[in-house]
């Protein structure tokens, strides 16, 4: 399983950037995805979760009605749409997957997930 994340960079508080993640070498549907960042020196936190049918999703409480995860089955790609970004958010974001029975469960913990990306920075300026 191979998950290519793309789309960081630097923005200017209150810019939007959105991620990609391209997965590969599983069926994209028995994955439950999920995004996670990490701090310099802080360990990996949970961001945005979504389901496998896409029918399902949950949020940090950090980035709710900021961040907007969704997926697009058919690509086997899952995005995150980041708007009105923080100097806060400035991380690596990471995709995960997760390969699960359950259809409408979303998972906001780290260690559920069984692959994960390599990472993509992002920068926000103040």
């Known amino acids: 399983v191979q998950l290519v994340e793309s789309g960081g960079g630097l923005v200017q508080a209150g810019g939007s950037l959105r991620l990609s993640c391209a997965a590969s070498g599983h069926i994209f549907t028995d994955f439950a995805m999920g995004w996670f960042r990490q701090h310099p020196g802080k360990e990996r936190e949970f961001v945005a979760a979504i389901a496998r049918d896409g029918g399902g999703t949950d949020y940090a409480y950090s980035v709710k009605g900021r961040f907007t995860i969704y997926r697009d089955n058919a690509k086997t790609m899952v995005y995150l749409q980041m708007n009105n970004l923080k100097p806060e958010d400035t991380a690596v974001y990471y995709c995960?997957?997760?390969?699960?029975?359950?259809?409408?469960?979303?998972?906001?913990?780290?260690?559920?997930?069984?692959?994960w990306g390599q990472g993509t920075q992002v920068t926000v300026s103040s």
């Open positions: 995960a997957a997760d390969v699960t029975y359950y259809t409408s469960t979303v998972y906001d913990n780290v260690d559920e997930y069984d692959y």
